[in-house]
């Protein structure tokens, strides 16, 4: 069959994998969303692998508000967003009144109220419900409802953050998971019900999720009738997907570094390079025998030549990072000092700490060999070449990492929630939004796989560090609260729990012919703003 150009090729594609015979209908009502990684969640409440998860969860759910890509709170579910002028937040920042859309309906048809932001919060803090994070919410000492569209939330004390804790959680339904025995394990986690612009219809494990608009929308039926979100987990098989017209737009984890400049004279396609809020690190998991001195962690730190990282295998795009947060970051640590390369140095830390090299050549210590695997999401490339960039740097000093990658529904699941692995490559945000407080990834009551909540996988713990994290939260002053962040990178600086290499730049793509699409660098989602999404 000839086609006369991509949007025809696309159309192709669409209908053999949404059942289309018809190009034209395909090409007009249907939009092709490929990335590397798949989702192995859908409640969004639950654990989320930002990026991927976060799919569905545009498509599907909606929060309170939301943030746009100029750096600016909008409604969603609430008819605006509390702020001191508004008179929505009371002066000691503890009161919180909250106005809810009338008319608002699930997917189901069952009316949206107050009942289920207060079923959202109560799922929140319940201990027994492997939430992600709680922060902001373990601080409200009262929540009631005055009626169907308003609620009131005070504070035991201010928490700054506490706008972006709402922004992150998209709401879930009362009169559906207020029935089931274990949210945990509910079959909605896999046929969720939201209010979102789109309803899933189908999923095909491996390969893609197809959604169909919600027409009765309360922000307005979308556009686009059908969304297909496809993986591909070879990140250069999806580059040639979005070269030949496959998909339409191409996220996680975007256009291959060294592709760039040929991606920028693709005709009908557009590269679009942003920073994202994401950091990429190596994950020590501190559980572990191999790494429970923070000197070894400081000695692989310092052996691993993280500038050839950049250069060589990111083609330096992405800046240097030095902390968990991005360089450009209002809260960035700027007088950090970077340990740099140095095998010779990071050796001589290993032996003088007691780890000497026996007859295989491998380190060990009191019966431990410095001999553990790393995993990241099989057929990333990028992380792929640095791996064995790494490996090779750790061998030089008597240390044998083993590569050991899996799909990202496997390494992103329980081997990494339940702290399985022995170390990461990986790639993660602020766990509330743009706001500095990182108390979910390294927090020792944020130990998942010990406290059933949060997203300290590397099992870290420093009780300055906690103090400190507890005290951020509440610091409104912001000279004052950066002070306490300065403080906070430099303890993660000396003790290494996972080490950060560069903050990133993704360049995602899509179609010339696709309008509404807008790149935003204060969240980690490519469907942000789904719903506005349209064809020329």
Known sequence: MKTTGYIGFSAVIAGSVLGITDPAW?????????????????????????????????????????MNHKGEFIPNLAVRVP?????????????????????????????????????????????KVAIRSRSGFDLISDFKIIDDSNVEIRLAKPFVPFAWAWQKMHIVPHHILSKVPDINTAAFNMKPVG????????????SHMIYKRNDAYHRGTPAIETVVHKFIPD?????????????????????????????????????????????????????????KEKIVRQALYLACDKEKWIQDVQYGLPPRTLSYLHPSHWAYNSNLKDPGFNLQKAAEMLEGAGWKIGSDGIREKNGVKLKFTMSTTAGAKAREQAQAMVQA?????????????????????????????????????????MDPDYTARCHSKQIPVKDGVGSNYVQYENPELDKLLEEGVLISDMKKRKQVYDRIQEILHEDVPFAPIFAYVFIYGKKASLKGYEVNPYVTDVTWNIQDWSWT
């Open 26 to 66: 395909a090409a007009k009502k249907s939009v092709i969303v490929g990335m590397t990684q798949e989702p192995v969640n859908f409640n969004p409440l639950l654990y989320v692998n930002s990026g991927t998860e976060e799919v569905p969860e545009a498509c599907m759910f909606d929060a309170l508000w939301d």
């Open 83 to 127: 702020t001191l002028e508004n008179g929505g937040i009371s002066k000691d920042g503890k009161l919180w009144k909250i106005e809810l859309k009338k008319g608002v309906k699930w997917h189901d048809g069952a009316p949206f109220t107050a009942k289920d932001v207060e079923f959202t919060f109560q799922t929140i803090i319940n201990p």
């Open 195 to 206: 209010t979102g612009p789109y309803k899933l219809t189908k999923r095909v494990a491996g």
């Open 235 to 291: 990140q250069t098989v999806a580059y040639t997907q979005f070269k030949t017209g496959e998909i339409d737009v191409f996220g996680l984890h975007g256009i291959p570094p060294e592709r760039y400049e040929e991606s920028k004279t693709l005709a009908n396609l557009v590269p679009l390079k942003t920073p994202q809020p994401w950091v990429e690190f190596i994950y020590f998991n501190c559980g572990k025998p191999q790494f």
């Open 393 to 433: 740097n750790w061998k030089e000093i008597g240390v044998d990492m083993e590569i050991k990658n899996m799909p990202a529904s496997v390494v992103w699941g329980e081997f990494c929630t339940k702290s399985q692995f022995d170390t990461l490559m990986v790639g993660w945000e602020p766990t509330v939004g």
